[in-house]
């Protein structure tokens, strides 16, 4: 090989190895981030999962009580959740 053959080889074997760790840094990154967002997703799944258990209890004993429910909106952390405009009244059973 030439010297100028051997320089070019030389350099985009550099250049490759640049590229080469450059993408693996990029890699890195997205796997954290894929990581991180997974995690984030799964502990939403489970608060919405909690959220729709509470709003189905406190719509069972809503509807459940014998008397009308005085309730029209349930808040949680100041935000209503729940609202009852027409609460169902239970009907006693013999």
């Keep these: 090989m030439t010297d100028k053959k051997l320089m070019e080889t030389s350099i985009a074997l550099e250049i490759t190895r640049f590229q080469r760790d450059s993408l693996e840094n990029q ?3 997205l796997s954290a981030q894929l990581h991180s967002a997974t995690q984030r997703a799964e502990r939403a799944e489970a608060r919405l999962h909690d959220t729709t258990v509470m709003l189905s209890n406190l719509s069972m004993q809503a ?3 014998v008397k009308r429910s005085s ?3 349930v808040f ?4 209503g959740v729940l ?3 027409n609460p169902v009244e239970r009907l006693p059973t013999s």
């Design 27 to 29: 890699i890195e990154q």
């Design 76 to 79: 949680i952390e100041g935000r």
């Design 83 to 85: 609202r009852l405009s």
């Design 63 to 65: 509807t459940a009580m």
């Design 71 to 73: 309730v029209s909106e």
